[in-house]
């Protein structure tokens, strides 16, 4: 029953919506402002991009697992609800900073322009991250795609230099960086067509 629900559209969209609805209960009852929402909506926006980006490697691990080639069909929804949570989490940025005098003062710090420079280079993987662009593209496709690489690392030193403290981050990025690792030093397992 859970997996015919899952393979439901609507319902994984809803299930990748479930965290906004935690993060945003609290703001829209008037128990948090703005700069309560920013740390969980850049979270949750880098947990959804790490998950999207670590399939492949797991893929290459591990060889092809009904789980993963199930999540790896839905790769694209991951991404993009991990650019959904990042278009919240610069609403909320400029809810909280209030004007743009206030946000271009600080825009040259370290942990600020790199969160705009991601954010800028996520805009066309999101928006081409359906079947129309894939077909358009064509091979193309893949390689804009792979411009998630830089924005992942822009996204790391935003979350560093943003809370000054690396711990937190490197929970979230030290898998991911083991699983790339683990992919150029350990063989590899025959990877699923369909990926």
């Known amino acids: 029953m859970l997996r015919i629900i899952l393979n439901n559209k609507k319902a994984f ?22 700069m309560d929402m920013l740390h969980p909506t850049g979270e949750w926006s880098a947990r959804f991009m790490i998950a999207a980006m670590a399939l492949s490697p797991l893929l290459s691990l591990l060889g092809p697992r009904p789980t993963l080639i199930w999540l790896i069909q839905r790769r694209r929804a991951l991404g993009v609800a991990a650019f959904a949570y990042a278009v919240l989490h610069l609403v909320f940025y400029v809810i909280d900073m209030g004007n743009v005098d206030d946000m271009l003062a600080e825009f ?79 063989p590899r397992r025959p990877i699923f067509k369909g990926a």
């Open 13 to 34: 969209w809803a299930l990748l919506c479930l965290p906004a609805l935690f993060i945003l209960q609290p703001y829209a009852s008037g128990d948090l402002i703005a």
């Open 108 to 186: 040259f710090a370290l942990g600020i322009w790199t969160g705009w420079v991601a954010m800028l280079l996520f805009v066309p993987l999101a928006l081409t991250s359906n079947d129309i662009s894939m077909r358009a593209l064509k091979a193309g496709w893949k390689r804009l795609q792979r411009m998630v690489y830089p924005v992942a690392l822009l996204v790391l030193v935003h979350w560093i230099f943003i809370h000054n403290n690396l711990v937190p981050a490197l929970v979230h990025f030290i898998p991911f960086l083991l699983l790339v690792a683990a992919r150029f030093f350990l």
